[in-house]
């Protein structure tokens, strides 16, 4: 079997074989295959497409191609969430919790955050003492023990999809369906769980700018699931706007705790509510309706939040931060970014201002940057307030006075005013099933 030829097979547009495939995934992953004849393979794909059957075998590949991680023991309870990458998305913080105190068995292993979008391994290393880092007893043990664990990918996870999506990134190949399809289900395959909850988002602060490319990409990653033998449902939710109040680290980590204590019931809450009974109700083989009902009482009733100190307990965190947030790492500056005009707020652009969290130091502008824990923005108005000059848009939390002005530059740009509210945007598009 040549490499040539299967460039050539798929150039012409014709399906790929199994085999073939997995030649070019085993081959690749190995250094056997140069990179060029693999950018080459891959803008093929992205031209001509793939088939179903390909996709899931691409996908089954990707996966097999480094450690596989057997949830078996827990039988069908196992549970995993993904997002496609937001601003202010800490939905996993409060979402694991409530469904592991309603008896699903939530396995997640996270990324950390790159550019605008924050990383939940991020978040969580906020906590003091949280290790995000666990052998595979470890991790074992402890979903046994208490239902729940997250931590930061293992290294030798998917290496086939690593190596893959650094060199799409470089040769103009990440925007294709059935690729990006196998890379994020790949990860879920590796990860063990039966069960998975995609998170969706569309809008100018997600990957997928639009809700009818964030449907394809949906729609098609829950075919594949199935195809591999998953229980799959997407959830289609707005990032047009920051999901809650708060981005930042240790920021939305107090805002993951308001939530779960019940003391917070807004878009962030709702979306939450939305996730956790989809989970529940493909665990439970219930309907969502009848799940929602159960989420809601355990936040009512206190039992998700003292799951979530019983979680980060485990992982080594003192769970006394989450009843005393003051314990969590604070800025030193707190600066107000004050309107200076009256009129409705209209339009925030979410990709901005996770731009100017990332100034604060919220984020990284590369891999090798560093994370000040405590930076971040508390927004005070959104989309359809009314605003009058002088009033509060946000506050900046950075422990650095330089890097105040230019965060606030880019704040304001994300904001647009007008004379007339704007129409009520929909919080959770579509849910395929």
Not at 75 to 103: E, N, Q, Y
Not at 176 to 181: A, D, K, M, R, V
Not at 309 to 328: N, R
């Amino acid at each position: 079997m040549r490499m040539y030829d299967i460039i050539e097979k798929k150039r012409d547009g014709k399906a790929l074989t199994d085999d073939e495939i997995k030649f070019f995934i085993d081959g690749y992953t190995k250094g056997e295959i140069p990179d060029y004849q693999a950018s080459a393979l891959c803008m093929a794909i992205f031209f001509r497409g793939m088939t179903e059957k390909e996709t899931v075998t691409l996908t089954e590949c990707m996966a097999e191609s480094g450690d596989m991680l057997d949830l078996s023991r827990f039988g069908d309870l196992t549970a995993d969430k993904h997002s496609t990458g937001g601003v202010g998305d800490k939905t996993t913080l409060i979402v694991a919790p409530i469904v592991a105190c309603l008896g699903g068995i939530v396995t997640k292993m996270s990324g950390r955050g790159l550019g605008h979008t924050g990383g939940t391994v991020d978040k969580l290393e906020s906590i003091p003492g949280y290790r995000t880092s666990l052998s595979e007893d470890e991790f074992i043990s402890q979903v046994n023990n208490i239902g729940i664990a997250v931590i930061g990918q293992t290294g030798n996870l998917t290496p086939a999809d690593k190596k893959l999506y650094a060199l799409r990134d470089v040769t103009a190949t990440v925007d294709s369906i059935p690729l990006i399809t196998a890379s994020i289900m790949s990860k879920k395959l590796a990860a063990g769980s039966k069960n998975i909850v995609l998170d969706v988002k569309y809008g100018s602060g997600a990957f997928m700018k639009t809700k009818e490319d964030a449907v394809i990409l949906a729609e098609n990653m829950v075919k594949i699931g199935k195809g591999c033998g998953r229980n799959v449902t997407a959830v289609l939710t707005n990032m047009e706007v920051p999901l809650g109040s708060c981005i930042g680290n240790s920021l939305e980590v107090k805002e993951a705790i308001n939530v779960l204590r019940g003391r917070q019931d807004d878009e962030l809450a709702r979306v939450c509510v939305v996730l956790a009974s989809e989970m529940l109700a493909q665990l439970k083989g219930i309907d969502a309706k009848d799940a929602e009902k159960l989420v809601k009482g355990v936040i009512s009733d206190g039992t998700a939040f003292e799951k979530m100190k019983e979680w980060v307990s485990a992982q080594g965190a003192d769970p006394q931060c989450l009843c005393d947030t003051e314990l969590l790492p604070s800025a030193s500056l707190i600066y107000p970014v004050l309107s200076d005009t009256d009129g409705y707020l209209t339009k925030t652009d979410a990709h901005l201002i996770g731009t100017a969290a990332m100034i604060l130091g919220a984020g990284r502008a590369s891999k090798e940057d560093s994370i000040d824990y405590s930076a971040g923005i508390v927004i005070e108005k959104k989309p359809g307030d009314l605003v009058k000059k002088g009033d509060v848009l946000c506050r900046l939390h950075t422990c650095s006075v330089s890097k105040i002005q230019q965060a606030e530059k880019t704040f304001r740009s994300a904001l647009s005013f007008g004379e007339n509210p704007p129409e009520k945007q929909e919080l959770v598009y579509k849910i395929i099933r």
